[in-house]
T-cell receptor, first 118, second 113 residues
Framework: GAVVSQHPSWVICKSGTSVKIECRSL??????MFWYRQFPKQSLMLMAT?????????EQGVEKDKFLINHASLTLSTLTVTSAHPEDSSFYIC??????????????FGPGTRLTVL | SQKIEQNSEALNIQEGKTATLTCNYT??????LQWYRQDPGRGPVFLLL?????KEKRKERLKVTFDTTLKQSLFHITASQPADSATYLC????????????FGTGTQLKVEL
């Protein structure tokens, strides 16, 4: 139980294009989903928190107009990197918090999406 | 500012030994602390959660301690195996924080034959 998927697992795009990453909770309903970014040899940095049906809450320093988050249902959240640039190249990971039988404080992570912007 | 420190240097141990990883934090009063395992190019996998009123938690070969006075958590893997080789992350959460987690940088563990 408590499986989270991400799609795509990797993507290469040209500078200036937009990229959408999907995050799905497969066997539970996720009222809250989180989006992280991880650069090589660094920790996971929280970008934003999204709750189903409401606007995402962004962490300080994260541009909400650049990283568009939509949490349209209890099983799907999307992150769109708009007008991507090479400095946006990173490993993007989503997580979902839910009540799949474990603690509600537990987050279940997706496998991540490697974004490379040329 | 809040700071979470884990050993940045890789920890190399021999198979069968106990691996001990450290997580220290400052300027933080976490309600709970979690440990995750992360393999290269993959998302973190939840291992254990320990709350501020708990001293120790065990799960199979894993043991976590939480000392809120020292502001430290220790993560132990007994009878370590090469398959335990990975990066281990500690993450702190606060009460009323909406399940938000703040992660340490992780410690890479290598278990050698």
């Amino acid at each position: 139980g408590a499986v989270v998927s991400q799609h795509p697992s990797w993507v290469i795009c040209k500078s200036g294009t937009s990229v959408k990453i999907e995050c799905r909770s497969l066997d539970f309903q996720a009222t809250t989903m989180f989006w992280y970014r991880q650069f090589p040899k660094q920790s996971l940095m929280l970008m934003a928190t999204s709750n189903e049906g409401s606007k995402a809450t962004y962490e300080q320093g994260v541009e909400k107009d650049k990283f568009l988050i939509n949490h349209a249902s209890l099983t799907l959240s999307t992150l769109t990197v708009t007008s991507a640039h090479p400095e946006d190249s990173s490993f993007y990971i989503c997580s979902a918090g839910g009540t799949s039988g474990g603690s509600t404080d537990t987050q279940y992570f997706g496998p991540g999406t490697r974004l490379t912007v040329l | 500012s809040q700071k979470i420190e884990q050993n940045s240097e890789a920890l190399n141990i021999q198979e069968g030994k106990t691996a001990t990883l450290t997580c220290n934090y400052t300027n933080y009063s976490p309600a709970y602390l979690q440990w995750y395992r992360q393999d290269p190019g993959r998302g973190p996998v939840f291992l254990l959660l320990i709350r501020e009123n708990e001293k120790e938690k065990r799960k199979e070969r894993l043991k976590v301690t939480f000392d809120t006075t020292l502001k430290q958590s220790l993560f132990h893997i007994t009878a370590s195996q090469p398959a335990d080789s990975a990066t281990y992350l500690c993450a702190l959460g606060s009460a009323g924080g909406g399940n938000k987690l703040t992660f340490g940088t992780g410690t890479q563990l290598k278990v050698e034959l």
